[in-house]
């Protein structure tokens, strides 16, 4: 990105990794930084009651917040789970905490945020070394209410962007998935962070929320200041500082351009998703949150093939229970009807943390106790899940699909707890599918080595490129350093999408791709090529990816893997994938 600057006046253009499409245009929101340090002021002692207002108004002000963001979540997720940030609330109410607060003003005759910040942590020192798991959990609230405290009192933008009422771009150090799971698509036009990269789920959230977003901008929050004028540019990953009348002319240009690009879409939304040589490549859609899946049927997908389950668990303090998962996922297999859902069993760890589930601290998340791993060693947890997608599976047709399994072994082990899960339906006398079909993410380069032998107990494999890349590669998905090196061409990853097609296909099952590979058409002719059946993007790509495969010939794309196969340069490789699809259809490939 271009080097800091301190002119405020004028264009001024920064350049960052474009991670979701679109152009947003407002007033720019610089998210307060939690560790950014509290300064220290003394105070005349008439100032008191000024403080003490100060202090009053930022309770006041952080309930609010609280109240209004456990409304938002409940209706996001369909629940009716009051007690979500219940436990904040009451922070907010502590008389012993607030006392103290008001004491040690008086005494100390400092500014408020200091003194609070003072009180609050060494509440959270005392409870932390009490050895007692409900008074750890309220550590975390009592820290999350006193960021949001301080920040009012700091007159700061919040980290949830829930409190603002006017329209406008978020610029943060960094937002999580949890993070972006909260952003209010009415308000939020679109969010620039410092960090971050295209396959976190974060840029995958935005791309499901169709928010224009842009990432690793180092400094970018030092360089701007809430209130300037911002466009931002997701196609190129552009942040225009200032844009003047000629460039917002220009962008005008370019969105009525893509609006026409998706007039046309649009057309073919009802048509079958096979090539010009009549291959069938089932194309269905990825579901983030729940309220996404009215999305799936609008998009022209032939249903689900990814529910990321995960979301339900997040921004929350409790995992919901078998009766609300069963509910969304009952829901699920309702609207997509006549086609099907594939429910991915929790996925949680990496960068999708919460604390509704206790996990632990690792150096190394993305290695670490995550997905399938979390599962089987909280067999309480998994068999909650499996218990409320087998009865949801009695109304439409659903299926399992287990996250992040490394062999034969996990999905035995796996199997296993599905199967006392069945059993405990059974003994519980209520309604479920039996013989329910379970299928495995391939993600994890030791998978597609042993695909053979899983492909005879797996009844599908869909391929996690994003994390097949990011475990084949050495790549961290999540770090803008190194996104260079994230290569889905890499001659690797496309021997090792032969491999798995090749070993399903022997065993007669049949392989999808629902990374973030199968939304990009420039490389949809080298997926055909490999044989994949199905593709699986969020449903605001659907309709690109169903052109895509529309104008393409799978013979054509056969002969291209051949090709490639044997080359070891993979920018050639990706040169000659893209010039396919400028040629088979260049209005949807800038
Ligand atoms: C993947 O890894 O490609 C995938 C689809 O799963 P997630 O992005 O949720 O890890
Ligand atoms: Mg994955």
Redesign the pocket.
């Known amino acids: 990105m271009e080097p800091p600057t301190t002119q405020k006046s004028g264009e001024q253009r920064f350049t960052g990794i474009p991670v979701a499409p679109g152009i947003a245009h407002g007033a720019v929101m610089v998210q307060w930084e939690e560790d950014e340090e509290i300064a220290h002021r003394k105070i005349e002692p008439q100032e008191l009651p000024e403080e003490i207002a100060r202090f009053e108004s930022a309770l006041i002000a952080t309930r609010a917040e609280l109240l209004e963001i456990q409304q938002r979540i409940a209706s996001a997720i369909g629940s009716n789970d009051a007690s979500i940030f219940d436990a904040h609330l009451l922070v907010v109410e502590d008389r012993t905490l607030i006392d103290e607060v008001l004491r040690n003003l008086e005494r100390e005759r400092c500014n408020v945020e200091y003194i609070f910040h003072q009180v609050a942590e060494k509440y959270c020192r005392t409870l932390s070394e009490i050895d007692d798991p409900y008074l750890r959990e309220r550590v975390v609230d009592i820290e999350d209410v006193t960021r949001r405290v301080i920040r009012h009192l700091l007159g700061k933008a919040p980290r949830n962007p829930a409190a603002h009422d006017r329209p406008h771009i978020i610029l943060a150090h960094n937002l999580t998935p949890s993070d972006t799971a909260q952003l209010n698509r009415e308000l939020v036009l679109g969010f620039a962070t410092e960090i971050g990269s295209k396959?976190s789920?974060t840029a995958?959230m935005a791309r499901s929320l169709e928010i224009p977003a842009v990432v690793g901008l180092h400094g970018i929050c030092q360089m701007l200041t809430s209130g300037d004028d911002l466009l931002l540019d997701g196609y190129s990953g552009t942040l225009i500082l200032n844009p003047s009348p000629e460039t917002l002319a220009e962008y005008g240009r370019i969105e009525s351009q893509k609006e026409q690009v998706s007039e046309k879409l649009e057309l073919i939304r009802e048509t079958a998703s096979t090539t010009l040589d009549g291959r069938h490549i089932v194309l269905s859609a990825?579901v983030d949150l729940p309220d996404e899946i009215g999305d799936v049927a609008e998009s022209g997908a032939e249903g689900i093939g990814?529910y990321?389950t995960?979301f339900l668990y997040l921004n929350r303090v409790a995992p919901p229970d078998e009766e609300e998962q069963f509910e969304h996922y009952r829901l699920a297999a309702e609207k997509a009807r006549p086609h099907g859902v594939i429910i991915?069993t929790l996925?949680i760890g990496?960068d999708?943390t919460t604390q509704s589930l206790h996990l632990p601290e690792e150096q190394n998340p993305f290695l670490g106790c995550r997905?399938i791993r979390f599962c089987l060693q909280n067999p309480e947890i998994f068999k909650t899940q499996l218990r409320a997608i087998l009865r949801a599976a009695t109304f439409g047709d659903v299926r399992i699909m287990y996250?992040?399994i490394s062999g034969l072994e996990e999905l035995r082990q796996a199997n296993a707890i599905l199967e006392e899960s069945k059993a405990e339906l059974a003994a519980r006398g209520v309604p479920f599918h039996p013989y329910i079909e379970v299928g495995i993410?391939i993600?994890v380069p030791s998978a597609v080595l042993a695909a053979d032998h899983l492909a005879r107990e797996a009844r599908f494999f869909?391929?996690?490129?994003?994390?097949?890349?990011?475990y084949s590669i050495a790549v961290d998905?999540v770090n803008d350093y190194i996104a260079h090196l994230y290569n889905p061409t890499h001659p690797a990853i496309l021997r090792m999408i032969k491999m798995v097609v090749d070993a399903a296909r022997a065993n007669g099952i049949w392989t999808g791709?629902?990374?973030?590979?199968a939304a990009d058409v420039l490389l949809t002719p080298l997926l055909i090529g490999l044989g994949v059946d199905e593709l699986?993007a969020t449903s605001a790509v659907v309709p690109r990816v169903k052109k895509a495969v529309q104008s393409l010939d799978a013979s054509r794309c056969e002969a291209l893997v051949q090709q490639v196969l044997g080359m070891h340069d993979s920018a050639a490789i990706a040169d000659l994938s893209t010039s396919m699809a400028r040629e088979c259809y260049a209005e949807i490939t800038d």
């Not at 869909?462 to 890349?469: K, Y």
């Not at 791709?513 to 590979?517: L, P, S, Y």
Request: aromatic share 0%; proline share 3%; with cysteine.
């Open positions: 396959t789920h995958i990825n990814l990321r995960e991915r996925d990496g999708k997905a996250p992040m993410m993600e869909s391929i996690g490129t994003n994390d097949l890349i990011q998905r791709v629902c990374g973030e590979m699986s």
